[in-house]
Structures are given as C-alpha cells and as structure tokens.
C-alpha cells in the first residue's frame, strides 16, 4: 500500500489544521493506521491510532482531547483533525499502516510538515 499524506502548514498557536492520507494499491481496510509525528532533534513520537473499523482509538497523553483520528474506508483515507494546536506540536507528521493483527508499521507516508507559531 503507498500513502500519501497533506494537509500540513503554517498556523498561529490555537488554530486548526486537518491532516489527510490517501491510500492507494490496497484497501485500507485492511490495516491498523497511526499518526506519528517528528520534531527537528527529536524522535519520531506516536500520536494517534486508528483500527480497521474505526471503532477504536488511541492518543498520546500530549494531544488527548485536542486531535481526532478517523478514517474512511470508503474513500480509502485517514484524517487526524487537530486543534487548539500549540508550538510544540510543531513537526513532521507521517501517516503510517499495520497489517491487522500485526503491531509493526510497515508503511509510511512521506510526511506533511506543521509549523505552529507562538
């Protein structure tokens, strides 16, 4: 499966951003999907999940009640929508794939950049 992640950019600290990513060569059904995302000097951090169905969640203590993974299986695409978005969330975001039942990411997206100024 190849992903393709967008949405990234420049917004002022409180503001909101909608991240996508599009799925092509297999149905996205068919995996677990993730955000992680990658500060300048800092490792790559998990952000969110998301499972095949979409009826389960999970979220970093660090955006918890401030982003929200869905997914579409229609369409073929994940979301993340976040907001009250703050300076250190700032970095490369990635939207990566598992096999259902495994726990490895093997697929990754190029990554889409989000600034956030103060």
């Known amino acids: 499966v190849q992903l393709q992640a967008s949405g990234g950019g420049l917004v002022q600290a409180g503001g909101s951003l909608r991240l996508s990513c599009a799925a092509s060569?297999?149905?996205?059904?068919?995996?677990?999907m993730a955000w992680f995302r990658q500060a300048p000097g800092k490792e790559r951090e998990f952000v969110a999940d998301?499972?095949?169905?979409?009826?389960?969640?999970r979220y970093a203590d660090s955006v918890k009640g401030r982003f929200t993974i869905s997914r579409d299986n229609s369409k073929n695409t994940v979301s993340l929508q976040m907001s009250s978005l703050k300076p250190e969330d700032t970095a490369i975001y990635y939207c990566?794939?598992?096999?259902?039942?495994?726990?490895?990411?093997?697929?990754w997206g190029q990554g889409t950049q989000v600034t956030v100024s103060s």
């Open positions: 990566a794939a598992r096999n259902i039942g495994s726990n490895r990411y093997n697929y």
């Open positions: 060569g297999r149905a996205l059904s068919s995996f677990g």
């Open positions: 998301i499972d095949w169905s979409g009826r389960s969640t």
